[in-house]
């Protein structure tokens, strides 16, 4: 009975023993699955969300931001416009001799030249001259004129006047002179005023109140020294005036003497010459007295004669290498006419411009020449309504000194 039931009972136990081992299997089998799929989870993880940025916008001291979550695009006609490209590099192109291009600035010099032309007898101004009239020579060089035109305009004028302490005829010269100058001033003009003997002094500065000159001459009664530096004065007056720019000139009333000044002669006409744009008139002082002891007898007399003959070379120098003219008046009702010419000579003029053939700009001392000629060529004629011919004097600067080129 025993061994029955247990032959009886074994086949379940094995059954069931299957049915185990089949449901083991599967287990298995789907933990393997399982384990499979969170190795490749762990293998490859999820992209994650990127971390939020701090807002830039948000104060020191909290509160809240700019939403920074978008991204604004800027419209097409508000993006940035992209840089140009570069322009392409210029070709070389070399000359025969392989020397790159290179750029040369020539300076041409110019030349301009006041021209009067007076009647000898009256000082006349002689008006209606055309180009064709005018011949420029340059160190003998004829120059082609390039610029005409009759100039009449307001002066600017330093006035020079000699005070010192010698014999009041001159004096009373110089102050007769200075006051005819200054009558025949127009408002736009502006005239200074300087006196010397030993040392130079400005009485009145440039103005265009004629009142003021009056009064400024009427002040010269007493003079300090006898000494007179004629030099030493024209040496500081052409330095004033070159620091004016355009047309300048000088009216020099002096007796032409000078005694103590510190440079000489040669010096004072080298600084005459190579200023430019100054024109000098010089009107002389003291002729009453030289008429009154001119005829004494004695070395005294002889040498002061010498002395004064001298000064009047020297005013005649001064006067014609600028283009001025010199006055030699012996009484005072002389006065008005020199100064009237000494006016229409300023105010009336003829303009020549030119280009020097001569180009180089050395500091070299050019002499100039001006002619006047007809259609043919031939020196010109003036004559009045009677047909008789009168003679003629132009009015020009001697020279003029080339510019110095720096290097």
Excluded: W
Excluded at 67 to 89: R, V
Excluded at 146 to 152: A, L, Q, W, Y
Excluded at 256 to 268: A, E, L
Excluded at 351 to 372: C, F, I, S
């Amino acid at each position: 009975m025993l061994v029955t039931t247990e032959v009886a009972m074994f086949p379940t136990s094995l059954s069931a023993l299957a049915a185990r081992r089949s449901s083991g299997f599967c287990c298995a089998l789907l933990l393997l699955l399982l384990s499979a799929s969170v190795l490749g989870r762990a293998q490859n993880p999820p992209p994650q969300p990127p971390p939020q940025q701090p807002d830039q916008a948000a104060p020191d001291a909290g509160g809240p931001g700019a939403d920074s979550g978008t991204i604004a695009l800027p419209k097409k006609k508000e993006a940035p416009e992209e840089a140009p490209p570069p322009a392409p590099a210029e070709p070389k192109i070399k000359n025969p001799e392989g020397m790159s291009n290179f750029s040369l600035r020539i300076e041409v010099p110019e030349v301009t030249v006041d021209v009067g032309v007076l009647l000898e007898k009256t000082h006349q101004f002689v008006p209606g001259l055309k180009p064709g009239n005018f011949r420029v020579y340059e160190d003998g060089a004829e120059q082609k004129v390039m610029g005409f035109k009759r100039v009449e305009a307001p002066i600017t004028a330093l006035l020079i006047c000699e005070f010192a302490s010698t014999n009041y005829s001159f004096i009373i010269d110089m102050r007769n002179a200075a006051f005819s100058f200054a009558q025949q001033l127009r408002p736009q003009d502006y005239v200074a005023l300087m006196t010397f003997d030993m040392n130079t002094r400005i009485v009145a500065d440039f103005t265009q109140d004629k009142n003021q000159i009056y009064q400024a001459i009427n002040s010269l009664r007493i003079p300090g020294f006898s000494e007179r530096n004629l030099f030493d004065a024209l040496y500081e007056g052409l330095d004033r005036l070159n620091r004016i720019q355009g047309r300048k000139y000088i009216v020099l009333i002096a007796s032409g003497r000078d005694t103590f000044s510190k440079i000489n002669y040669d010096k004072i006409l080298a600084k005459v010459k190579s200023t430019p744009d100054v024109t000098i008139f010089t009107v002389s002082t003291g002729g009453a007295f030289r008429i009154m002891t001119e005829d004494r007898p004695g070395l005294g007399s002889q040498m002061r004669e010498l002395d004064y003959l001298m000064a009047d070379n020297e005013m005649k120098t001064f006067a014609s290498s600028t283009g001025g003219m010199a006055f030699f008046p012996r009484f005072a009702g002389e006065m008005p006419d020199i100064f009237s010419t000494i006016n229409d000579s300023i105010r009336s003029k003829y303009q020549l411009v030119y280009h020097p053939t001569n180009a180089k700009q050395d500091g070299t001392y050019r002499k100039l020449r001006v002619e006047l000629v007809d259609g043919e060529g031939k020196p010109l004629r003036i004559v009045d309504e009677k047909q008789k011919q009168l003679k003629y004097e132009i009015v020009a600067r001697e020279g003029y000194r080339a510019r110095q080129e720096v290097e």
